[in-house]
């Protein structure tokens, strides 16, 4: 490889620049090819992505999974709610929340009960707080109306995309939403789990 030129200097920009090719690559201190070039195409090799870098809008950055194996509690015209998760964004990143599974239950007729995700940047303690995304509905009619404990479970799901407009802690849980003075529980269990997705987006 005498006399290849593998380095230019640009004396106006005061810059170096590194020319790969086949036949040279960039290694760290013991010696592992860290960055090379085969026939063009360029491949990071050994590497760690350090937390500064940017990455192109919507581009997944992190994903996590859980699961609820208890009951939001029996709630009469009120709110019952799981587990509460957290999630830290930066201005501009975006988070999918997605929860399904399980099953919500009503006991009266006449009634609308709703699976919701609630979320907001301080942490959830409370029925007032942030914002309510809901999705699945659990109704029971009249048709139910001659038995002496009606009621309905359903498998729920509810999606939320959240959108950071600042450094944030994003909290949030699942709940359910009791109304008309009836019953309603979002409940999970081992056999039947509420599952709660989050993916966190560039």
């Excluded at 942030?130 to 048709?143: H, K």
């Amino acid at each position: 490889m005498a006399g290849k030129e593998i380095a230019s200097y640009d004396t106006t920009t005061d810059k170096v620049a590194i020319k790969l090719s086949d036949d040279v690559s960039i290694n760290d201190s013991a010696g592992n090819v860290v960055l090379n070039d085969s026939g063009g195409s360029v491949t990071l090799n050994n590497g760690t992505i350090g937390s500064g870098v940017v990455f192109p809008s919507g581009v997944v950055i992190g994903v996590d999974f859980y699961q609820e194996l208890t009951s939001s509690g029996n709630q009469t015209s009120d709110y019952g709610w799981g587990t509460v998760r957290s999630v830290s964004l930066t201005s501009g990143q975006k988070c999918l929340i997605h929860i399904s599974g399980g099953g919500m239950v009503s006991n009266d007729v006449n009634y609308f009960g709703y699976a919701a995700i609630q979320f907001d940047t301080t942490t959830l303690t409370t029925s007032s707080q942030g914002t309510f995304a809901y999705g699945g509905q659990a109704y029971v009619d009249d048709l139910s109306a001659g038995e002496n404990d009606p009621r309905i479970i359903i498998g729920s799901m509810v999606t939320h995309l959240y959108t950071a407009a600042s450094n944030v802690t994003l909290y949030f849980r699942p709940a359910v939403h009791s109304v008309n003075n009836k019953t309603a529980s979002w409940f999970g269990a081992s056999d039947r789990p509420i599952n709660i997705a989050v993916w966190k987006i560039a």
